[in-house]
């Protein structure tokens, strides 16, 4: 069977018209990767994937996470769930570990901006919805990059931003304790390029609340230009907002895209089954000098 998708907006996400079978034998495994990298976010309807089956599809399309980059109360490494299938609620009963860090994502984030090499891609199917609310917004970062003046992004490739745990989570918990925020800051920070040269060719933003300030320049500049930068790659142009329903699998490039939980109840037991892919490849700025010899001689 042939792999159909329909472009959900013109600049980013599409569904994909896949049967299961066939999703599941791995046999469009290529196609799937091709189609998330340049739509930044896949839908697939009614599959009503099983842990296994998440497992099975997300080792079609690269290289399952097992372990994780966060700690517990403990201080020791958490593992991705059972065998690399983690369940992503805020209840604590059901995932006490990571409740802690999770309500962070109902700000716009890439996942991973800690590590030295993002995860490449999520898998994100609904094992409980919540009553109210609760839809997931995918934005592209390449988009909002490629529109940008030539001028402002060979400047932007310049530029290197530092991501902390504090950034991404106080926004989201003003009224955290000394102890949380102690916690986040114990996090290792991370320094990237704030522009990506994709060994796809692509170029995207790398843009996420964690992205706390640009080195080498002043607060106040560095704040409004992050802040510019976020208001700019969320505009509705650039985004699309899946309203889940049961049976759904969206999978999302996490190194080309931010992505958000939209709000739900207090309380909820909104429930997710999620698959992360390592990374491929590190955060490496453009070679400007070698972009414009390009240029010069086209
Ligand atoms: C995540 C995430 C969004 C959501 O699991 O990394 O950001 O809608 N989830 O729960
Ligand atoms: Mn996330």
Avoid at 49 to 69: K, M, P
Avoid at 134 to 150: C, I, K, V, W
Avoid at 193 to 208: A, D
Wanted: net charge negative; charged share 25%.
């Amino acid at each position: 069977m042939a792999l159909t998708s329909i472009a959900l907006t013109p600049r980013i996400g599409s569904e994909v018209r896949l049967d299961k079978a066939a999703l599941l034998a791995g046999d469009h495994a290529a196609d799937i990767r091709e189609l998330l990298v340049s739509r930044g976010a896949l839908v697939f309807r009614g599959l009503h994937l099983n842990d296994e089956e998440l497992r099975t599809v997300a080792r079609s399309l690269g290289d399952l996470r097992i372990g994780s980059a966060k700690r517990g109360a403990d201080g020791k490494v958490l593992t991705e769930g059972d065998r690399g299938v983690l369940k992503v609620s805020l209840d604590p009963k059901v995932n006490p570990d990571y409740a802690k860090f999770l309500f962070g994502n109902l700000l716009w984030h890439m996942d991973g901006t800690y590590e030295p090499v993002p995860p490449f891609a999520t898998l994100f199917t609904p094992a409980r919805l919540s009553r109210e609310g609760g839809d997931t917004m995918f934005a592209s970062t390449y988009a909002a990059f490629e529109d940008l003046p030539q001028a402002e992004q060979d400047d932007l490739a310049t530029l290197r931003v530092v991501h902390t745990m504090q950034a991404a989570l106080f926004p989201a918990k003003r009224d955290c304790t000394a102890e949380e925020f102690a916690v986040w800051s114990s996090y290792p920070q991370r320094s990237h390029p704030l522009v990506w040269q994709h060994k796809s060719g692509r170029r995207s933003l790398v843009l996420s609340t964690s992205g706390a300030w640009v080195e080498e320049m002043h607060p106040a500049e560095s704040h409004d230009l992050l802040q510019r930068l976020m208001l700019h790659a969320t505009q509705d142009r650039y985004t699309y907002r899946h309203k889940w329903t049961p049976g759904d699998l969206a999978i999302w490039d996490n190194t080309g895209t931010m992505h958000r939980a939209m709000p739900f109840e207090a309380g909820s037991t909104r429930e997710f089954h999620r698959c992360t892919l390592n990374g491929e490849e590190p955060i490496t700025a453009p070679d400007l000098a070698s972009a414009r010899a390009a240029a010069t001689v086209a």
